[in-house]
């Protein structure tokens, strides 16, 4: 009797699971049929799933790692968050600029406001509160405000996306973006998501590896990332990942997206570089998965590798997804720029930095 009922209570659970996870809007959905076929087509798509050309190991890809990750997580650290919540630099209304001067304008995390040429992009907008499908209960953002509220946000020309992970793509503020954003460029498998949420089909534009796109007089290119994807626990690896380049009149910057250190920033740096301006992921890590996720220095040798020339260090100091104090990131790639000569920015939340320019924010504001 009692095998009988623990094996009616997982049925049960697994109902309620897939039922969960099939109509509760945040978790996005799946391609179509005919979405599939469109995607399938895609050299970097092998037996139902996208793949990076080197082998690349995940988190959970034994069960000794497995159990070690869960137990420092449950442990815990620390000084894995700052003692009081950030203060960003505020962005004020009308503030957005027209002129054709290059400035980005980090949110924290991934997320970074860019004007170029008189466009006005937003590179990975995760403006909510919790990298997770349910927001009450994930990990807290560490600011409690925004540098500018989406409500205040003028028009948006375009949304590049990187993928299509919580802490990059989320349910809440492409909700509220949506009817301010011209167009959605994002990587195959992705739009499916956006459709569910509302986008229509005319302001999404999927992009393989190497594709490119002119939008508004820019040149927006999608290259290879060393990443993953997934949205549930039956959808791994079933959209693209991807880094950016973006182009225009006299500015390149580059979006690493999330990504181990790989051989495509050498490629990347060779068809495209040298670049103005990098924006290079370095937080998050750990060396148990560090085929998708830099460590700090390889960060740093990622921004050598595709020929940068100022360097901003993103993925840090808007969430804990990972076990390291919340200033590590930023302080080990102080330190390696600091070896190698490269020249990096360390701006605040919200305060802008200007490409080209002569001064950029470099103060160590962390400590």
Known sequence: MTLIIIAVSLVVLAAVAYIVMTFYPAFGRRASRKEKQIISRSLNYKDGKFVYPAATVMMENSAGSSLSILKDFIKGNPRSRPPQPLIPEKLLPGSIQESGDTRVTWFGHSAVLLEMDGVTLFLDPMLGRSPSPFPFVGGRRYSKQLPMEISELPRIDAVLLSHDHYDHLDYGSIKQLKDKVGMFIVPLGVGAHLLRW????????????????????????????????????????????????????????????????????????????????????????????????????????????????????????AFTLSMHDWTDPVERVFAAAKAHGVRLATPRIGEPVYAGSAEVPSLAWWK
């Open 198 to 317: 509302g986008v229509s089909r005319e302001k999404i534009r999927e992009q393989d590896w190497w594709d490119e796109f002119q939008y508004a007089g820019l040149t927006l290119t999608s290259a290879p990332a060393r990443h993953f994807s997934g949205r549930s626990l039956l959808d791994r690896n079933s959209t693209l990942w991807c880094s950016w380049i973006i182009r225009g009149a006299e500015t390149k910057i580059f979006f690493s997206g999330d990504s181990g250190y790989g051989p495509h920033f050498a490629e990347i740096g060779e068809k495209y570089g040298p670049f103005d301006l990098t924006l290079m992921e370095c937080g998050q890590y750990d060396p148990r998965w560090a085929d998708i996720h830099m460590l700090p220095e390889q960060s740093v040798q990622a921004h050598l590798d595709v020929r940068g020339a100022l360097m901003i260090p993103i993925h840090w100091a």
